[in-house]
């Protein structure tokens, strides 16, 4: 269990940090929710973020739905049922007596402020070593979350650009999670916007053909009279 005291030994993390954080410090980067960015986001929450958070409002069986292989679930889950909850590693008591609080729930981090996905990124990638040697972070300054990906100690622009895919992907799958029926919803949008489409041309052309017998009658009746 040491490992997961570097998790939550911290903990204001990043829900109770979104409350204050300078939207003007957030990087300006575009967060992906493809399939791929969400299967590697996926495996980054389960096996790291799970350490201490939880993601309530998902289910081990919604991770199929965006690609993830069942070997890897089954290895995440152990022996919950699919439809379990994704809950964190660390016992809701455990962590309270430990560090003096639950760490918060990461379903709706992103839905909770605005720019959610860009601010999951920014605070994983904005860790810092200040002057005095602690460690800091841009957009949230005076954070108490431990720096989880490592940014702050990454030696070389290869190690700072592979965390920050790490971090978009993280970001992405937490968008995602926010709101996992967001894409049916638009499929299923485009689709009632097209019915409506052709709805109304059918109709424009039914009162087109009516109107143009009403009006062909009265016409008659004019000339008659």
Known sequence: MKGLGLWAAGALLLFNAGVHADTAALKDVSISTDADTLRRGAETIA???????????????????????????????????????????????????SYGKVPPDLSLITAAREHGGRFVYSVLTGFYADDNGNTNNHAFPGIAMPDVLGYSFAGTQEQ?????????????????AADPNAAFRMKLGSAVILYLVILTVLLYLWKRRIWKDVDHDIENSIRES
Not at 72 to 94: F, H, Q, V
Request: aromatic share 8%; charged share 25%; proline share 3%.
């Open 47 to 97: 096996t790291l973020c799970m350490n201490c958070h939880s993601l309530k409002y998902l289910k081990y069986r919604d991770l199929l739905n965006i690609g993830v292989d069942r070997d890897s679930l089954d290895l995440w889950k152990g022996d919950k049922d699919l439809n379990a909850p994704l809950l964190s590693l660390t016992p809701a008591d455990m962590a309270r007596a």
């Open 160 to 176: 700072h650009r592979q965390i920050e895919r790490t971090a978009a992907d993280a970001a992405g799958f937490l968008v995602w």
